[in-house]
C-alpha cells in the first residue's frame, strides 16, 4: 500500500491552526451544548473554565461543517465518535475506531491504512506536546490536520478502486458460476421430473388434454417413434414427456461443462463479492422456486395436465434459494458496521 498522504484541505487548515495558536489563541471548535470535545479538552489541562469556549454550531455533529474544512471536520467526528464514552477517551482512539468502520477494502488494506494513519497520529500528537500543549490539546490538533474521516476513507476508495478489466473478469466469473449451478439444478429437475411422471403418468407432466389438437403429420410422426401407443394422443404424451425430461438432463450436462470451466479460470478470473453473488443468487432461485410452486400448485387444485413439469423443478429451486439465503444472512450478520456519520 503507497504511503499515505494528507489532504492538502487538512495542511492548510494545519497552517491557519497553528498561526493562531501563535497569536496566543487556541481554536476550540468544541459544541456550544458542553459536549465530549469540550469536556476532553478542559479535563485533561485541568482548566475547565479558561474560556476557551467553542466557536462551532450548536451541536458536536455540526461542527465539522461550521468550521468549513477538514479540521472542523474532523474535530467534529471525534467528539460524536466519543458519544457514550468516557469524557477522556482518546481523540486519536475515536478517530482511528471510526476510521475502522469507514475505511473500505480487504481485511489486509484496512490494517495497513490504520498503522499508517495512527503512525502519522501519534507523531503529530508528540509534536504538538513537544511545543507545549497538553495530550489532549495535541490529541485534537493531530486529529484535525489529518483530515476527516470521510475524506480519507474516500481517497483509500478512490486509490483501492477495481480497473474496469478486472471487473468485467468478475462479473464474467460470477456469472459462469451461477449459469453452472442454475444448469445443474435444471439437470436434477429433470430426473426428479421423470420420477414424478413415473408415478402419476406422462400427463402429469405434459399440458396436453385429449381435446387438444394435434396436427396428422405430428400424429404420423408420433406414432412411428411409438409403436406401442394406441392413439396420437398418448404418442403425444409421450413424446413430449420425453423431450421435458431430456432437455432438462441436456441442461445439466451443459451446467457441469460450465461447471468444469470456471475451475479452470476461476485462478485468473477472480468473483464478485460473496454478498453480491449470494443476493443474486437468492433473488433468481428464491423467485423462480416460489413461482413455480405456486404455479404447480393451481394446476393440481385446477386438476389441470402438466403440473408435474413445474413441481419437479419448484424444490431444486427454492434449496438453492434457501441456501444461498443463508449465506447472505451469514455474511451479513459478521460483516463490519461500515455505516458513518
Known sequence: MTRWRRPAGARAESARASDGRAAGGRAGDGAADGGALGEAASGADGRAGDGRAGDGAADGGALGEAASGAAGGALGEAASGSTGRAA???????????????????????????SEAESHLRDATAEGMASGLSQAEAEYDAVARFGTVRSVAAAEARRSSVPLAALVRQVGASGLLLGAIGGIAVGVSGILTAILGAFGGSAFIVDISPATHLAPSDCARWLANDPRAHSCYQAALSDWAGEIVGFRLVAGVAGLLALAAFLVVRRRWPRLPATVVDTIAVTLFGLAGAWMLGLGIDWVAQGHNGAGEWLGAAPVALALGAFYGYRLLRDLRHAPNVATT
Open 88 to 114: 477522556g477517551d482518546s481523540p486519536v482512539e475515536v478517530y482511528l475506531d471510526r476510521l475502522l468502520a469507514a475505511a473500505p477494502g480487504s481485511p489486509r488494506d484496512v490494517r495497513a491504512l490504520l
